[in-house]
């Protein structure tokens, strides 16, 4: 109760102004910035990335989009980028930096999202999270998404995106400000086998935008997305059994601090427009951690 009370009094404080609160820690400051080519190489649509400005430029348009991928895969870690996202017309184009098993474990694998759903003229983007365990690819797809607008416009300047993945929990962050927290309830419900870091811009036109609603519409090719500030820090899969991942709050055993539950709360209270535990559509028996 006593650690209660004050933050509930921080948050009403901080909810009665829009201004966002500051985190007060900075994971991405305690990431060392590492050059593309010595973290992650081309996956797909070669031909469909550049470099311009010592960002890497990925783009999508009715023949290809693109894709990248780490050169190594990882059981946990610090995983970010800063992203520029197209503007104007980008219903059904998926602009992507995400974890994934999928190469491995087809049909059966594990993945975490940060996935940026297109939109048309005058409406945000949505900026989705998502957590798969053991069960995409198959038919029986149980996400775990929930869905943001920001509190800024993504197209006019580069924005830090972040996961962090230990084995306790998962954190999303939007420039240092943790977006969402899914914490480890059971083994049955968190992702554990290694993953790689995937990067990619592609058409999901059955689904992105309002459900499918808008499609994309090649009128408006070539759709970019831009990447630059990589930090990966973390252990990889064949890392000691005593590497530990960086944390994402003060404290070195994980967890956030009250200052930044505030600024979570902040976002979810202001900008979240979708929670798959809230949805009554939703059979909750297959997500247990509701």
Not at 101 to 130: A, M, R, S, W
Not at 216 to 238: E, I, L, S, T
Request: with cysteine; hydrophobic share 30%.
């Amino acid at each position: 109760m006593h650690f209660l009370l004050p933050l509930l009094f921080i948050f009403i404080a901080s909810s009665s102004s829009n201004a966002q609160p500051s985190p007060g820690f900075y994971p991405s400051s305690k990431i060392t910035t590492v050059p593309f080519n010595q973290a992650y190489r081309n996956l797909w649509g070669p031909q469909h990335q550049r470099f311009d400005q010592n960002s890497l430029v990925l783009w999508l348009d009715r023949s290809t989009g693109s894709g990248f991928r780490s050169l190594r895969q990882y059981k946990s870690g610090y995983f970010g980028t800063a992203m520029k996202l197209h503007p104007g017309y980008t219903a059904g184009v998926i602009t992507s930096f995400y974890l994934s098993n999928g190469e491995v474990h087809p049909g059966d694998h594990d993945e975490v999202d940060i996935e940026f759903l297109g939109t048309t003229p005058g409406k945000p983007y949505t900026l989705q999270t998502n957590v798969y365990i053991r069960g995409s690819g198959d038919g029986n797809i149980i996400g775990r998404e929930e869905k943001i607008h920001l509190w800024f416009d993504p197209t006019t300047a580069f924005h830090n995106y972040a996961i962090l993945w230990s084995p306790i929990e998962i954190i999303f962050f939007v420039d240092d400000v943790p977006i969402r927290r899914y914490p480890r309830k059971s083994d049955a419900t968190f992702p554990l086998r290694p993953m790689y870091v995937y990067g990619s811009i592609w058409d999901a036109s059955s689904w992105a935008t309002e459900n499918g609603r808008y499609k994309a519409d090649y009128r408006y090719q070539p759709f970019y997305g831009r990447y630059n500030n990589f930090k990966v820090g973390g252990c990889a899969d064949n890392s000691p059994a005593s590497c530990r991942p960086p944390s994402g709050s003060p404290a070195r055993t994980g967890g956030l601090s009250r200052q930044q539950v505030v600024a979570m709360l902040w976002v979810q209270r202001n900008y979240k427009v979708y929670d798959y535990c809230r949805d009554p559509k939703r059979d909750h028996t297959q997500t247990p951690e509701c």
